[in-house]
C-alpha cells in the first residue's frame, strides 16, 4: 500500500528547477542531501530559507572535495568515476521527503544517462539517473522520514551527522548507516566518566525532544545498570522561560548531595541554565558533564565562565583535514557564465557546480551580484572580497567519511562481482592489481546501472578503512546496527595559569573514548608456540591528575585524589551494616553484639554462647560467670537482709524475754512466733539465691521462696481473720477456731498448700543449672550461671501468695474501725498496705529488666527483703516499743460502744489462751 501512494505521488509530482541540484555525472552516482537553507516556517509555499553557512556550505563541499580525491585515486576506485546527485533538505523533514522522491524515481528506471552539468533537461536527468547509494541527511528528524522511503527501494543511506537512537532499529531503518557514533555512545562516554570519579548519586536535566529525552533515557539505563542512581531527573521545554530555568535549578537543590548533573541540552539552554546558578546563588555547586551540543564551545560559559568551573565535557573526536581547509578557502564564485569555462586559467577556484555557494558568498561579505539587488548597506560583489578567519565546521571530517565509506564498499563490491577470475588470490591489492592488468575492472554487467541495494549493504557493513583524518583517530566502521563506533574527546573547563601567561579559562584535553586492542592468548604449552588473538573494545581513558576542582567547593566533601564527592551515603564504617532506602542510598546499622556482618546488608547471628568479635567478622565462644557477693547489684539486697536477720533476731530475743507481758500474749504469741520465724526465713533466702547457682540453691529459688513469703502471710492472714471474726460477731452463738491451737493448725495448713504444691512442681521438672547469655545494648554481651527456671514461672509459684496478701489487706480494711485499745488491726492494715506497694512497685522493675538475670535476681531479693523488712517494722516495732520502752502499758481495759463490753487481758500464767472475753450487758 506504501509503495503504491510512493508512486502515486511520484507521477503527480512537479518538476524541480535545475537550481535545486548539483549533478555530477559518473559511472556510478551518489546521491546526497544536505541543509543548505534553513526551514521556512513563515511560508509553507516556499519551504527554504536563509542559506546556511557552515552545515550546509560546508559539509556540500566536504562532499565535493572527497569525490574530487576519490576520482584522482588510483587506489580507490580505479577507472571508474564517481558521480553525485546533490539536493537541498532547507532543513525540513516534509521537504526532504519530498526531494528524496528524486532519488527513489529515478531508481525506478532501469536506464543510465551521461548528461552533463548543464541541466538542460530536468526532467530526463531526475528519471534517468538512478543512484546507487545516499550520502546523507543531516538533521536525525529528516534521515528518519527519508530512510522509510529509501527502505522501500533497497537504497543504502550513509549519514554524516544524525545521532538519534531511534534510527539504530534496524527492523525500521534496515538500510540506515551512519559514521558519526549515536547518543548511546556519549551516553556511554558519560558513565564511564561518573564510574571513573566515583559518582554514584547524580542528577540529569534534558532538553525536550529526541535529542535529549532519548539521549538521557539511555544515560539513565546505562547508569541504573551500573549501579548509579538518579537523584532529580529534570526536562526543559522547547521554548522555555527564565522562571522554568529557575525552576530547574530548585530541583537540582533538593539533592544537594548530588553535585553531578548530566546535561543533553543544547548550548543556548546551557548557557542560560548557568545563568540561572548564578542568579539562584549557587553558581559552583554543581559539576557539570555536557553532551557533544556543549563540547568546546564559548557561547554557553562566555562572560560567566566561573558558573562552569570545573564542567566536564565531550566532543566527537576528529581532526580538521588541512587538505580541505586549503581547498574551500581557495574557491570563489563565478561572476560570469564565461568563468565556468574549464579553459580559462586562474590561480583560484572557480566555484561553478554549487549553485548555492554564489548565495553564500553574498551572505558571507553582505554583497550582491546584480545592481538590481543592491541595497543601502549592501555592495556588488566582486569575488576578491576578504574572507573572514575560517574554522572548519566540526562534521566537515564525518561527511568525507561517509562518502568514501560508500566509495570503499563499491570497491570491494566490483572487486567481488566484476573480478571472479581473480579472486583465488587472498590479498585484495593483488586482486585489484591482476584485475586492472586484465581490464575488467569495471562497471560490469552483474552491478549495471547500479548494484542490488542489499549486497551493496552488506559490503558497507563490512567495510573497514583508515579515516582520512588519521591514524589516530581509528578506523572507520560499522557495528551491527549499522552505526559507527563512538569515539570521544574528553575536556574539563578551567582556569589555567601557564608560565608567561596570565590566567585564562579554556577547556583542558583529559581523555578520551573509544577503542582500545586488548589481547589473549590460549594456555602456555612449552612446545608449541601461545596462540595470541586481538579483540577491541570500548574504553575510557581519563587523566585524573590533569582534572583540577574548586577548592573551596570540595573541602570535606572529596576523596583522597581530590575528586569532589557526589554520592547519596558514604561508606558504613566496620561492623555495621547498610540499610537500604534504595541503591544508592542507605543508613548504618550497627550489628547485635551477639552477630556478625554477613553481607553489607546482612547481619548474621551468633549460635547461642557465642558472641562476635571486634571486628564483627567471626563468632567467638563466651565464658560464663556467677554471681558474686562483690557485684554491685547484690550489696543493697545483702545489705538489707543483714540488718533484717539482726533485727529479727532482736525481736525473737525480745519476744522470749517478756513472752509473759500481755501484749505479747494479747497478738497471738503463737502466730508471731511463727511470722517472725517466715522473717527469718525471708531475710536467710538472699543469701542463698545470691551464690553460685547448685542444685540446692536452685530448689530455694523455685520453692523456698514461695514457701517463706507463705508462712509470713499464711500467720498474718490467720491473725486478721481471727480478729475480724471476734469483733464483727453478733453474740448469738460462741465463736470457734479461735484458741491459739486452732490458729496454729489453720496457719499450718495453710503453709502446706504451698509446699505441697512445691514438692510436685520439683519432681515434675527437677532443678537444673543453665547458662544465661545476657546481651545488653551498647554493652558486650555476656554468658552467666544461673537456674534452669524461667521468671515468669516464679511469678506464678507466687500467686497463692498474693491471694494470701490480698485476703489479708481485705480484713485489715475491715477491721480498721476497732476500738482504739486494740490496735493490732491498725499496724496489719499498715502492713499489708505497704506489702502491696513494694510488690507493685517490683513488678515493672522486674519485667523491664529486658530479661536480665543479675537485675531480675536482684530486684527479687530486694523485694523479698523489703517485704520482711515493712512487716518487722509496723507489726512488731510498736509491741518492742511498747514492752521495752513503756510496760506501763502492757494492760488496759475498754469499752464497746452501744453495748458494755469489757475486755480483760489475762494475768493468769496458767491460762493456755492469750485472750478470754466476758460480755456484760447493761
Same mark, same amino acid.
Given at each position: 500500500?506504501?509503495?503504491?501512494?510512493?508512486v502515486?505521488?511520484?507521477?503527480?509530482?512537479?518538476?524541480?528547477?535545475?537550481?535545486?541540484?548539483?549533478?555530477? $555525472?559518473?559511472?556510478?552516482?551518489?546521491?546526497?542531501?544536505?541543509?543548505?537553507?534553513?526551514?521556512?516556517?513563515?511560508?509553507?509555499?516556499?519551504?527554504?530559507?536563509?542559506?546556511?553557512?557552515?552545515?550546509?556550505?560546508?559539509?556540500?563541499?566536504?562532499?565535493l572535495?572527497?569525490?574530487?580525491?576519490i576520482?584522482?585515486?588510483?587506489?580507490?576506485?580505479?577507472?571508474?568515476?564517481?558521480?553525485?546527485?546533490i539536493?537541498?533538505?532547507?532543513?525540513? $523533514?516534509?521537504?526532504?521527503?519530498?526531494?528524496?522522491?528524486?532519488?527513489v524515481?529515478?531508481?525506478?528506471?532501469?536506464?543510465r544517462?551521461?548528461?552533463?552539468?548543464?541541466?538542460?533537461d530536468?526532467?530526463?536527468?531526475?528519471?534517468k539517473?538512478?543512484v546507487?547509494?545516499?550520502?546523507?541527511?543531516?538533521?536525525?528528524?529528516?534521515?528518519?522520514m527519508?530512510?522509510?522511503?529509501?527502505?522501500?527501494?533497497?537504497?543504502?543511506?550513509?549519514?554524516?551527522?544524525?545521532?538519534s537512537?531511534?534510527?539504530?532499529?534496524?527492523?525500521?531503518?534496515?538500510?540506515?548507516?551512519?559514521?558519526?557514533?549515536?547518543?548511546?555512545?556519549?551516553?556511554?562516554?558519560?558513565?564511564?566518566?561518573?564510574?571513573?570519579?566515583?559518582?554514584?548519586?547524580?542528577?540529569?536535566?534534558?532538553?525536550?525532544?529526541?535529542y535529549?529525552?532519548?539521549?538521557?533515557a539511555?544515560?539513565?539505563?546505562?547508569?541504573?545498570?551500573?549501579?548509579?542512581?538518579?537523584?532529580?531527573?529534570?526536562?526543559? &521545554?522547547?521554548?522555555?522561560?527564565?522562571?522554568?530555568?529557575?525552576s530547574?535549578?530548585?530541583?537540582?537543590?533538593?539533592?544537594?548531595?548530588?553535585?553531578?548533573?548530566?546535561?543533553?541540552?543544547?548550548?543556548?539552554?546551557?548557557?542560560?541554565?548557568?545563568?540561572?546558578?548564578?542568579?539562584?546563588?549557587?553558581?559552583?555547586?554543581?559539576?557539570?558533564?555536557?553532551?557533544?551540543?556543549?563540547?568546546?564551545?564559548v557561547?554557553?560559559?562566555?562572560?560567566?565562565?566561573?558558573t562552569?568551573?570545573?564542567?566536564?565535557?565531550?566532543? $566527537?573526536?576528529?581532526k580538521?583535514?588541512?587538505?580541505?581547509?586549503?581547498?574551500?578557502?581557495?574557491l570563489?564564485?563565478?561572476?560570469?557564465?564565461?568563468?565556468?569555462?574549464?579553459?580559462?586559467?586562474?590561480?583560484?577556484?572557480?566555484?561553478?557546480?554549487?549553485?548555492?555557494?554564489?548565495?553564500f558568498?553574498?551572505?558571507?561579505?553582505?554583497?550582491?551580484?546584480?545592481?538590481?539587488?543592491?541595497?543601502?548597506n549592501?555592495?556588488?560583489?566582486?569575488?576578491?572580497?576578504?574572507?573572514e578567519?575560517?574554522?572548519?565546521e566540526?562534521?566537515?571530517?564525518?561527511?568525507?567519511?561517509?562518502?568514501?565509506a560508500?566509495?570503499?564498499?563499491?570497491?570491494?563490491?566490483?572487486?567481488?562481482?566484476?573480478?571472479?577470475?581473480?579472486?583465488?588470490?587472498?590479498?585484495?591489492?593483488?586482486?585489484?592489481?591482476?584485475?586492472?592488468?586484465?581490464?575488467?575492472?569495471?562497471?560490469?554487467?552483474?552491478? &549495471?546501472?547500479?548494484?542490488?541495494?542489499?549486497? +551493496?549493504?552488506?559490503h558497507?557493513?563490512?567495510?573497514?578503512f583508515?579515516?582520512?583524518?588519521?591514524?589516530?583517530?581509528?578506523?572507520?566502521?560499522?557495528?551491527?546496527?549499522?552505526?559507527?563506533?563512538?569515539?570521544?574527546?574528553?575536556?574539563?573547563?578551567?582556569l589555567?595559569s601557564?608560565?608567561?601567561?596570565?590566567?585564562?579559562?579554556?577547556?583542558?584535553?583529559?581523555?578520551?573514548?573509544?577503542?582500545?586492542?586488548?589481547?589473549?592468548?590460549?594456555? +602456555?604449552n612449552t612446545?608449541?608456540?601461545?596462540?595470541?588473538?586481538?579483540?577491541?573494545?570500548?574504553e575510557?581513558?581519563?587523566?585524573?591528575?590533569?582534572?583540577?576542582?574548586?577548592?573551596v567547593?570540595?573541602?570535606?566533601?572529596?576523596?583522597?585524589?581530590?575528586?569532589?564527592l557526589?554520592?547519596?551515603?558514604?561508606?558504613?564504617?566496620?561492623?555495621?551494616?547498610?540499610?537500604?532506602?534504595?541503591?544508592?542510598?542507605?543508613?548504618c546499622?550497627?550489628?547485635?553484639?551477639d552477630?556478625?556482618?554477613?553481607?553489607?546488608?546482612?547481619?548474621?547471628?551468633?549460635?547461642?554462647g557465642?558472641?562476635?568479635?571486634l571486628?564483627?567478622?567471626s563468632?567467638?565462644?563466651?565464658?560464663?560467670?556467677?554471681?558474686?557477693w562483690?557485684?554491685?547489684?547484690?550489696?543493697?539486697?545483702?545489705?538489707?537482709?543483714t540488718?533484717?536477720?539482726?533485727?529479727?533476731?532482736?525481736?525473737?530475743?525480745?519476744?522470749?524475754?517478756?513472752?509473759?507481758?500481755?501484749?505479747?500474749?494479747?497478738?497471738?504469741?503463737?502466730?508471731?512466733?511463727?511470722?517472725?520465724?517466715?522473717?527469718?526465713?525471708?531475710y536467710?533466702?538472699?543469701?542463698?539465691?545470691?551464690?553460685?547457682?547448685?542444685?540446692?540453691?536452685c530448689a530455694?529459688?523455685?520453692?523456698?521462696?514461695?514457701?517463706?513469703?507463705?508462712?509470713?502471710?499464711?500467720?498474718?492472714?490467720?491473725?486478721?481473720?481471727?480478729?475480724?471474726?471476734?469483733?464483727?460477731?453478733?453474740?448469738?452463738?460462741?465463736?470457734k477456731?479461735?484458741?491459739?491451737? &486452732?490458729?496454729?493448725?489453720?496457719?499450718?495448713?495453710l503453709? +502446706?498448700?504451698?509446699?505441697?504444691?512445691?514438692?510436685?512442681w520439683?519432681i515434675?521438672?527437677?532443678?537444673?543449672?543453665?547458662?544465661?547469655?545476657?546481651?545488653?545494648?551498647?554493652?558486650?554481651?555476656?554468658?552467666?550461671?544461673?537456674c534452669?527456671?524461667?521468671?515468669?514461672?516464679?511469678?506464678?509459684?507466687?500467686?497463692?501468695?498474693?491471694?494470701?496478701?490480698?485476703?489479708?489487706?481485705?480484713?485489715?480494711?475491715?477491721?480498721?474501725?476497732?476500738?482504739?485499745?486494740?490496735?493490732?488491726?491498725?499496724?496489719?492494715?499498715?502492713?499489708?498496705?505497704?506489702?502491696?506497694?513494694?510488690?507493685?512497685?517490683f513488678?515493672?522493675?522486674?519485667?523491664?529488666a529486658?530479661?536480665d538475670?543479675?537485675?531480675?535476681?536482684?530486684?527479687?531479693?530486694?523485694?523479698?527483703?523489703?517485704?520482711?523488712?515493712?512487716?518487722?517494722?509496723?507489726?512488731?516495732?510498736?509491741?518492742?516499743?511498747?514492752?521495752?520502752?513503756?510496760?506501763?502499758?502492757?494492760?488496759?481495759?475498754?469499752?464497746?460502744?452501744?453495748?458494755?463490753?469489757?475486755?480483760?487481758?489475762?494475768?493468769?500464767?496458767?491460762?493456755?489462751?492469750?485472750i478470754?472475753?466476758?460480755?456484760?450487758?447493761?
Amino acid at each position: 500500500m506504501v509503495l503504491w501512494l510512493v508512486v502515486a505521488y511520484i507521477v503527480g509530482y512537479d518538476r524541480v528547477s535545475c537550481k535545486e541540484l548539483i549533478h555530477i $555525472p559518473g559511472d556510478i552516482t551518489l546521491g546526497a542531501l544536505f541543509p543548505m537553507h534553513q526551514q521556512n516556517v513563515s511560508n509553507k509555499e516556499h519551504p527554504c530559507g536563509d542559506i546556511k553557512q557552515e552545515k550546509g556550505i560546508q559539509r556540500l563541499e566536504a562532499m565535493l572535495y572527497a569525490l574530487d580525491e576519490i576520482n584522482r585515486s588510483e587506489n580507490l576506485l580505479p577507472n571508474i568515476r564517481l558521480g553525485a546527485l546533490i539536493l537541498d533538505t532547507c532543513s525540513n $523533514p516534509s521537504y526532504a521527503l519530498e526531494q528524496a522522491m528524486q532519488f527513489v524515481k529515478a531508481h525506478m528506471t532501469s536506464s543510465r544517462t551521461n548528461s552533463s552539468e548543464s541541466c538542460a533537461d530536468p526532467d530526463d536527468l531526475l528519471g534517468k539517473i538512478p543512484v546507487a547509494g545516499v550520502i546523507g541527511a543531516s538533521f536525525s528528524e529528516v534521515s528518519i522520514m527519508v530512510a522509510n522511503i529509501l527502505k522501500l527501494f533497497q537504497i543504502p543511506q550513509i549519514s554524516y551527522a544524525s545521532t538519534s537512537l531511534e534510527l539504530s532499529d534496524k527492523s525500521r531503518f534496515e538500510y540506515f548507516s551512519r559514521v558519526v557514533p549515536p547518543d548511546n555512545y556519549q551516553a556511554q562516554t558519560m558513565v564511564e566518566i561518573v564510574k571513573l570519579l566515583g559518582w554514584t548519586y547524580v542528577s540529569t536535566v534534558a532538553a525536550e525532544g529526541d535529542y535529549g529525552e532519548k539521549g538521557i533515557a539511555h544515560f539513565t539505563k546505562l547508569a541504573t545498570e551500573e549501579g548509579v542512581c538518579i537523584a532529580v531527573a529534570s526536562k526543559i &521545554s522547547r521554548n522555555p522561560s527564565r522562571k522554568e530555568f529557575d525552576s530547574v535549578v530548585m530541583q537540582l537543590m533538593e539533592k544537594p548531595k548530588a553535585k553531578a548533573v548530566v546535561l543533553f541540552v543544547d548550548e543556548d539552554k546551557t548557557r542560560r541554565l548557568l545563568q540561572a546558578t548564578s542568579r539562584m546563588g549557587v553558581a559552583g555547586h554543581f559539576f557539570w558533564i555536557g553532551s557533544d551540543s556543549w563540547g568546546a564551545k564559548v557561547h554557553p560559559v562566555k562572560q560567566q565562565e566561573w558558573t562552569a568551573e570545573g564542567a566536564i565535557t565531550i566532543l $566527537p573526536k576528529r581532526k580538521s583535514i588541512r587538505g580541505f581547509d586549503e581547498y574551500f578557502t581557495n574557491l570563489v564564485p563565478p561572476m560570469s557564465a564565461e568563468d565556468c569555462n574549464p579553459k580559462k586559467d586562474t590561480k583560484r577556484k572557480i566555484n561553478c557546480r554549487n549553485p548555492w555557494f554564489r548565495e553564500f558568498w553574498s551572505k558571507q561579505h553582505n554583497c550582491v551580484f546584480e545592481k538590481s539587488e543592491m541595497g543601502i548597506n549592501s555592495s556588488l560583489c566582486t569575488g576578491k572580497e576578504r574572507k573572514e578567519i575560517f574554522q572548519q565546521e566540526g562534521l566537515v571530517p564525518f561527511a568525507i567519511d561517509a562518502v568514501y565509506a560508500m566509495a570503499h564498499s563499491l570497491h570491494n563490491l566490483v572487486l567481488r562481482e566484476c573480478c571472479t577470475n581473480h579472486t583465488h588470490l587472498k590479498d585484495n591489492k593483488l586482486v585489484l592489481k591482476s584485475c586492472l592488468e586484465a581490464g575488467e575492472f569495471r562497471i560490469c554487467k552483474s552491478i &549495471s546501472p547500479v548494484p542490488s541495494g542489499k549486497l +551493496l549493504l552488506q559490503h558497507i557493513r563490512n567495510v573497514s578503512f583508515t579515516s582520512v583524518q588519521g591514524r589516530e583517530i581509528g578506523d572507520v566502521k560499522f557495528n551491527k546496527d549499522g552505526d559507527g563506533f563512538g569515539r570521544y574527546s574528553v575536556y574539563q573547563y578551567q582556569l589555567v595559569s601557564r608560565p608567561n601567561q596570565p590566567k585564562h579559562w579554556d577547556y583542558v584535553w583529559l581523555g578520551e573514548f573509544g577503542e582500545v586492542s586488548n589481547y589473549y592468548w590460549n594456555q +602456555l604449552n612449552t612446545q608449541e608456540a601461545p596462540n595470541i588473538r586481538s579483540f577491541l573494545t570500548q574504553e575510557l581513558y581519563f587523566e585524573v591528575k590533569r582534572s583540577r576542582w574548586n577548592q573551596v567547593k570540595t573541602d570535606n566533601h572529596s576523596d583522597n585524589s581530590g575528586v569532589p564527592l557526589s554520592v547519596c551515603s558514604k561508606p558504613c564504617p566496620i561492623g555495621t551494616i547498610k540499610n537500604y532506602e534504595n541503591p544508592c542510598c542507605w543508613s548504618c546499622v550497627s550489628c547485635r553484639e551477639d552477630s556478625v556482618v554477613m553481607r553489607e546488608d546482612l547481619c548474621y547471628k551468633c549460635p547461642s554462647g557465642y558472641v562476635s568479635d571486634l571486628l564483627k567478622s567471626s563468632c567467638v565462644k563466651l565464658d560464663a560467670f556467677n554471681i558474686t557477693w562483690k557485684n554491685p547489684w547484690v550489696f543493697l539486697p545483702l545489705l538489707i537482709s543483714t540488718v533484717g536477720l539482726i533485727l529479727t533476731l532482736e525481736v525473737m530475743i525480745v519476744f522470749f524475754i517478756y513472752r509473759k507481758t500481755t501484749v505479747i500474749m494479747a497478738s497471738g504469741r503463737e502466730l508471731c512466733y511463727v511470722l517472725l520465724f517466715g522473717l527469718l526465713i525471708s531475710y536467710t533466702v538472699p543469701f542463698i539465691l545470691l551464690l553460685q547457682p547448685s542444685p540446692f540453691s536452685c530448689a530455694i529459688l523455685r520453692g523456698g521462696l514461695g514457701i517463706c513469703l507463705n508462712i509470713c502471710y499464711s500467720a498474718i492472714f490467720t491473725k486478721t481473720s481471727r480478729i475480724s471474726r471476734i469483733f464483727n460477731h453478733n453474740g448469738r452463738s460462741q465463736l470457734k477456731w479461735i484458741s491459739p491451737t &486452732s490458729q496454729l493448725c489453720i496457719c499450718l495448713g495453710l503453709i +502446706l498448700l504451698q509446699v505441697v504444691g512445691v514438692v510436685v512442681w520439683i519432681i515434675i521438672e527437677p532443678s537444673q543449672q543453665e547458662i544465661s547469655y545476657i546481651y545488653v545494648p551498647g554493652q558486650n554481651p555476656s554468658a552467666l550461671q544461673t537456674c534452669g527456671v524461667t521468671f515468669v514461672s516464679i511469678i506464678v509459684s507466687l500467686l497463692y501468695n498474693i491471694v494470701l496478701v490480698l485476703l489479708c489487706t481485705v480484713y485489715a480494711f475491715k477491721t480498721r474501725k476497732i476500738p482504739e485499745n486494740f490496735n493490732e488491726a491498725k499496724y496489719i492494715g499498715f502492713t499489708m498496705y505497704s506489702t502491696c506497694i513494694v510488690w507493685l512497685a517490683f513488678i515493672p522493675i522486674f519485667f523491664g529488666a529486658n530479661h536480665d538475670y543479675q537485675v531480675q535476681i536482684s530486684s527479687l531479693c530486694m523485694c523479698v527483703s523489703l517485704s520482711a523488712s515493712v512487716t518487722l517494722c509496723l507489726l512488731f516495732g510498736p509491741k518492742i516499743y511498747i514492752v521495752v520502752l513503756h510496760p506501763e502499758k502492757c494492760a488496759r481495759t475498754y469499752s464497746l460502744k452501744k453495748t458494755r463490753r469489757t475486755l480483760r487481758f489475762s494475768k493468769s500464767l496458767e491460762s493456755e489462751r492469750s485472750i478470754a472475753s466476758d460480755f456484760h450487758t447493761s
